[in-house]
């Protein structure tokens, strides 16, 4: 038998990848993750606010990006592709292909000057097409790893980008570059991609500019969106004030017979939050049958009931656009009673999660087994454990699942990955080594101030400009700053440049939550030179 190898490769930078490699990395075994796209982060990163409790998704997420990005357990293979795998469950010989950036990683330091100067322009991924992003980008503003990358398919070739790069990071010449890993393990945890709805052509989506997806509606609300929060129509800009929300969109049909889960919850959160955006919204869900199984879940429903949102126990037939002012009308039938018709400001379809085909590709590159829906199979007493052994699966690549659930999960599957690599723990992996502490006895306080926008979260409720500006009048404050995610990369590394440059030997944090974020300005703070306790 080969000797087993004390490393692991996540693939997939999702949430659950990102919870499976933290799990693994603080267990002393060396983990690669692996993520298609330039940034880690899934389609959690695209969400404003996560129910049942309308808690912060950036701010749930970003200190596990902080962490998984600075650990020093972790390898980021971001842009990377799986090529094959062979081998048996101990010991795995993986080959992945790392597309170029064109961007040397070692040199680039995000600042986005390039960006700003880049004239070519194409459709922003991150918001779903509702805005525009340059050639050379960032996925988005708390992107992990902070490397810029340039899309070649877009680029003009003028060279503006490479002349204004001070660290003269870019390089047109760069190739893909292929490499080869030892793992133990592998969990897989590609997530999922949203039901296109165009095939619905009844809904006019792609058509009518007002149809919307329940991503792209998601995009509208968030602060770090198109429209920085404040909640308009695509076509117009107009405020509006009715949304209708049409539920099972392509999933509970004869050729996608599952439920997807979430939609329900989320289109509940839609219409709470964009109540909270904008004071009289009407909001109307259609729906099949309301799935509320989850804990909290049930009286969600009831505070949007309370609230105001109604909810309409059928599904549209038809959506077509009202020419003069691009309102929509909406034609449905409740139980026996007539046909309506009604008229929205905007339509928000919730769309079944599905497997993407390029999860499907990597299931035959690894050797899984999947179901008639293109799910991972796996066992009703096994739900973690695929068809070969030694890799391990979580998340929704198996069927729709929420975000605590697919947490749940990958924590279950990097225990299961513990298990089978348990004598080789600890064998691959360095202690991390931090800076000489500073000694500031008997300094007088040099205090730093960093207050969280937080989007409306806190920014909505509080003049966060204002009281950056008032904590610079208080004794002992050296330095103030207002920052929109406070808990983001960019912002660690200017807590960090801050402590440096204004000589702090005092960090305040005006921010959500010490239970979550705590441990993550700690460390920040250590990794300055300083002790956390002084954070």
Known sequence: MAEKIGS???????IGGLQAALDLAEADFKVFVMEKRPSIGGVMAQLDKTFPTNDCAMC????RLVEVARHHNVELLTNTDLVSVQGQAGNFRVTVNRRTRYVDETKCTGCGICSQHCPAETVDEYNEGLDRRSAIFLSFPQAIPRIMTLDRNRCLGCGLCKNVCGPGAISYEMRDQSAELNVGAIIAAPGFEIFDPTVHEQYGYGRHPNVM???EFERCLSASGPFGGVLQRPSDGKVPRKIAFIQCVGSREVERNWCSSVCCMYATKHSLIAMEHTAGLECTIFFIDLRAFGKGFDAYYSRAKEAGVRYVRCKPSAIWQVPDSRNLKLRYQIATEPPTEEEFDLAVLSCALRPSPSSVELAGKLGLGLNE????????????ETRREGIFVCGPF??????????MQASGAAVKAMALLSSERGKLVT??????ETDVSG??????????HCGTNIGGVVDVPSVAEYARTLPDVVHAEDNLYTCSTDSQERIKTAIKDHNLNRVVVASCTPRTHEPLFQNTVRE???NQYLF
């Open 443 to 452: 300094q007088p306080p040099r205090i730093g101030v960093f207050v969280c």
């Open 8 to 14: 692991v490769l996540v693939v997939g930078g999702g």
């Open 528 to 530: 300055a030179g300083l």
């Open 373 to 384: 829906f293109n799910f991972c199979a796996t066992d009703a007493f096994t739900p973690l």
């Open 431 to 436: 202690k991390k080594e931090f800076p000489p």
């Open 398 to 407: 198996t069927e729709p699942k929420d975000i605590p659930e697919t947490v």
């Open 60 to 63: 749930t997420m970003a200190p």
């Open 213 to 215: 997806t329940s991503l």
